[in-house]
C-alpha cells in the first residue's frame, strides 16, 4: 500500500523524499502544500519539479480518514465520526469560540485507563492511532472549516488543539509527537505552543519525556485531592499517585510554554465535590498535603452522565461553592461551559455513538456526510 504522507512530520518527510533522492526543500514545498493548501492530489501540487510529482503516485498519497458522520451543533459545535477500520470508530470535536477555534482530537480508538466517570474509559481500550490517523483529525477539520466558513487565503480555523478526545495521548506516546511537531510546524499549522494541549490522567514517565521532547501547555486530569478517592476515579493513580505526579508537573513547567498547569477536576454529586475535599485540594496543590507545590489552573467539569457509570453530575451550587473555596485560597478556577451537548459532544461523551457502532459493527456503512450549516458555525466563532 501507498504510504500515507500524514505519518510524516517534516523531517520524517524529509527522510523520505531523500530516499527518493530528493532534497529537502522539495520536502519542504510537499509538506506545505499538504498541510498549509490541504491539497491531496499530487498533479495539483504546481511548484514541485515534475520528476517528483510523477514519482509519487504510487509510492505514497495523502489518505484521508473515511468520513461517517458530522453533526452541528445549535452552539456551532461540530462533531465528526472517522471510521478507523476494523469496526473502530473516533471523534473529533471543532468548538468555535469568539476569540479562538478549539479542535478536540482522539489519540485512540478507546482507552485502557478506565475512568469511573468517562465514558470512553466505559468502552475499554481496542487500538492506538497511528500519527496519520491523529494529525488527518486536524487536517480534515482545518480545510473542511475554512471551505464552508470561506476563510480567506491564509486565515485558518483552528487556532487550538486539545489533545482531549478519546485516549490517554502520553499511553501512544510514539505517534503523538510526529503529530504534535506537525502541529507546531511553521510550515504546517504553525500553532503556538501554548495553544496545543495536552491532556494527561497522569502518565508520569511520559510527561517527562514531553518536556525533553515537546514541551506544550499541559492539562492534568486530577478530579480528587487524594489518593484514596483518585485510585478509585482515575486507577492509573495506582502506578503514579500523586506526589509523583505532582513532582512530575512541577518539573514540567520548567520547560512548559507556560507558567501554570491546568488541573481538571470532572464535579461529580456526592463524590469529589464536598467543601473539605476543595480545601485538601487547595492542600494538595499548594504543597501541604506531602506532594511538591505546584502552579496551577483549576478546571471544574460538570459531570456528563452516561447510565453505565452511576454517576451524577453535581448541582450548580456544590460547584460554585467548591470553586469559591479555591478561588478564595487564590487559585485561579473557571468552570467549564458544557457545550454541544445536544450532539453528545460535551466531554466525557465522546463514546457514546461510538461505542454503540462498535456493537453494531454490521450497521458500520458509510451514512452520507451532512454538510455543517454555515451560518451556524461561522456565528459561533465569530468570524
Ligand atoms: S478520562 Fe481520558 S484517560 Fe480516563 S478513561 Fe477517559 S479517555 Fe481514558
Redo the contacts with the bound molecule.
Keep these: 500500500m501507498a504510504v500515507n504522507l500524514l505519518e510524516y512530520d517534516l523531517g520524517g518527510l524529509a527522510a523520505f523524499c531523500a530516499g527518493l533522492g530528493e532534497k529537502r526543500f522539495r520536502a519542504v514545498q510537499l509538506f506545505r502544500w499538504i498541510h498549509q493548501k490541504g491539497e491531496a492530489d499530487f498533479s495539483r501540487m504546481t511548484d514541485l519539479a515534475r520528476s517528483l510529482r510523477e514519482k509519487l503516485p504510487g509510492l505514497a498519497e495523502v489518505r484521508a480518514l473515511p468520513v461517517i458522520s458530522e453533526h452541528v451543533s445549535a452552539d456551532g459545535t461540530i462533531k465528526w465520526l472517522f471510521d478507523v477500520g476494523g469496526g473502530n470508530a473516533v471523534e473529533t470535536v471543532f468548538i468555535p469560540e469568539v476569540d479562538r477555534g478549539t479542535l478536540c482530537v482522539s489519540s485512540q480508538a478507546g ?1 485502557a ?3 469511573r466517570f ?1 465514558s ?2 466505559a468502552q475499554g481500550f481496542s487500538r492506538n492511532l497511528s500519527t496519520a490517523e491523529i494529525t488527518a483529525q486536524l487536517w480534515f477539520a482545518e480545510h473542511r472549516l475554512r471551505q464552508h466558513l470561506q476563510l480567506a487565503e491564509g486565515e485558518r480555523a483552528i487556532d487550538n488543539v486539545v489533545m482531549m478526545g ?3 495521548p502520553l499511553q501512544n506516546y510514539t505517534a503523538l509527537l510526529p503529530a504534535l511537531r506537525t502541529m507546531l510546524d511553521d510550515h504546517a499549522y504553525g500553532l503556538s505552543r501554548r495553544r496545543v494541549t495536552v491532556s494527561t ?1 497522569g502518565v508520569v514517565p511520559m510527561i517527562e519525556r514531553l518536556r525533553q521532547d515537546c514541551p506544550v501547555a499541559l492539562a492534568v ?1 486530577l478530579h480528587a485531592p487524594t489518593d484514596a478517592l483518585r485510585d478509585d476515579l ?1 486507577p492509573l493513580n495506582r502506578k503514579y499517585p500523586l506526589h509523583e505526579l505532582l513532582g512530575a508537573c512541577g518539573a514540567y513547567l520548567e520547560r512548559a510554554p507556560r507558567d501554570f498547569i491546568t488541573f481538571e477536576y470532572c464535579m461529580l454529586d456526592g463524590v469529589n465535590d464536598a467543601p473539605e475535599q476543595a480545601q485538601a485540594l487547595v492542600r494538595l496543590v499548594k504543597g501541604r498535603a506531602g506532594a511538591p507545590a505546584v502552579a496551577c489552573k483549576l478546571n471544574l467539569i460538570p459531570f456528563n452522565p452516561f447510565p453505565a457509570s452511576g454517576l451524577t453530575r453535581s448541582p450548580r451550587e456544590r460547584i460554585v461553592a467548591f470553586a469559591k473555596v479555591l478561588q478564595d485560597a487564590g487559585i485561579v478556577t473557571t468552570v467549564r461551559k458544557t457545550r454541544g451537548d445536544d450532539i453528545d459532544a460535551a466531554c466525557g461523551q465522546l463514546a457514546g455513538e461510538v461505542q454503540d457502532r462498535t456493537r453494531l459493527n454490521e450497521r458500520l456503512t458509510r451514512r452520507p456526510v451532512r454538510i455543517p450549516v454555515r451560518a451556524a458555525a461561522a456565528d459561533g466563532a465569530g468570524r
Design positions: 482507552c485507563v478506565g475512568c468517562c470512553t474509559g478519546m485516549g490517554e490522567s486530569s482515575v
